[in-house]
């Protein structure tokens, strides 16, 4: 497919220069205009993750990336529809950060909770769009509380099976990763299967000390029960320069993955999700994304475009 559209290299290198926080090793405020508010009605605002929200980062499987991660999906037979895997797909959502401020009817900002083990907190102040970007910033702030940003579509848009994708950049910064990922359904439900509930990591970039990336599944909650499988793509550093496409194609049979229209891993070993789910694209700190490194921040994750697609009847 052909992304909505792209950064020559000096408009770019301008871009970097010319905006606070990404791209420049200082920390100036980064203006935020947001049109809506931090929770859906129906979730009340909290200071801790809740338990179906509070992921662990686990790794079972690791692989070396394909040989070729550079094809494009099949071409559209028309503006509004996609082929894949022999499945064709029409236009369900789509976003390419137009203006300068987040659309609030097709995203709300995460809630400002506390995240992982290091401490780290979801912001307000760290998401912004720029010329055509979402821009999620991850920080040191000056109570010396590391901090990120965070969107989804929860409230605006859910969607069982389909194909799900974005155009993204990827801070190179360890200690802290972006991530493309779903929730559906009760993930926190406990019974033995991803039927029910689960989440969905289409793409974290938690591997890039490794210059890697990672596709997961997550059930069974985030207490004892948690269960996961997933695929760590460990020797792929040419995904940390420039942008590339990451997708879901989540059928009745399985979860397929695809870089830059490439198929990676698929899966149905948990049993294959019923349930509708929200789109979401967050930064966050972790220990297991390797050592903060204070110097190297405050740096973002970029992202171009998201779309979403339903099979075609």
Same mark, same amino acid.
């Given at each position: 497919?052909?992304?909505?559209?792209?950064?020559?290299?000096?408009?770019?290198?301008?871009?970097?220069?010319? &905006?606070?926080?990404?791209?420049?090793?200082?920390?100036?405020?980064? /203006?935020?205009?947001?049109?809506?508010?931090?929770?859906?009605?129906?979730?009340?605002?909290?200071?801790?993750?809740?338990?179906?929200?509070? =992921?662990?980062?686990?790794?079972?499987?690791?692989?070396?990336? /394909?040989?070729?991660?550079?094809?494009?999906?099949?071409?559209?037979?028309?503006?509004?529809?996609?082929?894949?895997?022999?499945?064709?797909?029409? *236009?369900?959502?789509?976003?390419?950060?137009?203006?300068?401020?987040?659309?609030?009817?097709?995203?709300?900002?995460?809630?400002?909770?506390?995240?992982?083990?290091?401490?780290?907190?979801?912001?307000?102040?760290?998401?912004?769009?720029?010329?055509?970007?979402? %821009?999620?910033?991850?920080?040191?702030?000056?109570?010396?509380?590391?901090?990120?940003?965070?969107?989804?579509? &929860?409230?605006?848009?859910?969607?069982?099976?389909?194909?799900?994708?974005?155009?993204?950049? +990827?801070?190179?910064?360890?200690?802290? +990763?972006?991530?493309?990922?779903?929730?559906?359904?009760?993930?926190?439900?406990?019974?033995?299967?991803?039927?029910?509930?689960?989440?969905?990591?289409?793409?974290?970039?938690?591997?890039?000390?490794?210059?890697?990336?990672?596709?997961?599944?997550?059930?069974?909650?985030?207490?004892?029960?948690?269960?996961?499988?997933?695929?760590? *793509?460990?020797?792929?550093?040419? &995904?940390?320069?420039? +942008?590339?496409?990451?997708?879901?194609?989540?059928?009745?049979?399985?979860?397929?993955?695809?870089?830059?229209?490439?198929?990676? %891993?698929?899966?149905?070993?948990?049993?294959?999700?019923?349930?509708?789910?929200?789109?979401?694209?967050?930064?966050?700190?972790?220990? %297991?994304?390797?050592?903060?490194?204070?110097?190297?921040?405050?740096?973002?994750?970029?992202?171009? %475009?998201? =779309?979403?697609?339903?099979?075609?009847?």
């Amino acid at each position: 497919m052909k992304p909505i559209h792209s950064l020559t290299a000096m408009a770019l290198a301008v871009l970097l220069l010319s &905006l606070p926080g990404c791209g420049q090793k200082q920390t100036p405020d980064v /203006p935020v205009s947001q049109t809506e508010t931090n929770a859906a009605p129906d979730e009340p605002a909290e200071t801790t993750a809740p338990a179906d929200e509070e =992921r662990t980062g686990s790794s079972e499987v690791e692989t070396e990336a /394909p040989a070729d991660v550079t094809a494009e999906e099949d071409p559209p037979e028309e503006d509004n529809l996609l082929t894949v895997g022999g499945i064709t797909y029409r *236009l369900t959502f789509e976003d390419g950060f137009d203006g300068d401020s987040l659309d609030g009817t097709k995203w709300s900002l995460c809630p400002e909770w506390n995240r992982q083990d290091v401490g780290g907190a979801w912001r307000d102040s760290e998401t912004s769009v720029h010329d055509g970007e979402l %821009w999620l910033r991850a920080r040191i702030d000056d109570n010396g509380t590391p901090v990120s940003g965070a969107v989804r579509t &929860l409230g605006h848009f859910e969607q069982a099976y389909g194909y799900f994708e974005a155009r993204i950049l +990827w801070p190179s910064t360890t200690g802290f +990763w972006g991530a493309f990922w779903m929730m559906c359904g009760d993930v926190g439900k406990e019974d033995g299967s991803a039927v029910s509930g689960a989440e969905i990591d289409i793409i974290e970039s938690g591997e890039c000390a490794r210059g890697g990336v990672n596709h997961a599944i997550h059930w069974d909650g985030y207490g004892s029960a948690h269960k996961s499988v997933s695929k760590i *793509l460990s020797r792929v550093p040419e &995904l940390y320069e420039g +942008w590339h496409t990451y997708a879901l194609q989540w059928t009745k049979d399985a979860y397929v993955f695809y870089i830059d229209g490439e198929e990676t %891993w698929r899966t149905s070993e948990p049993g294959i999700c019923e349930k509708p789910g929200y789109m979401k694209l967050t930064t966050e700190f972790g220990s %297991w994304a390797a050592p903060i490194v204070p110097e190297e921040l405050p740096d973002c994750c970029r992202v171009d %475009w998201v =779309r979403a697609w339903e099979e075609a009847e």
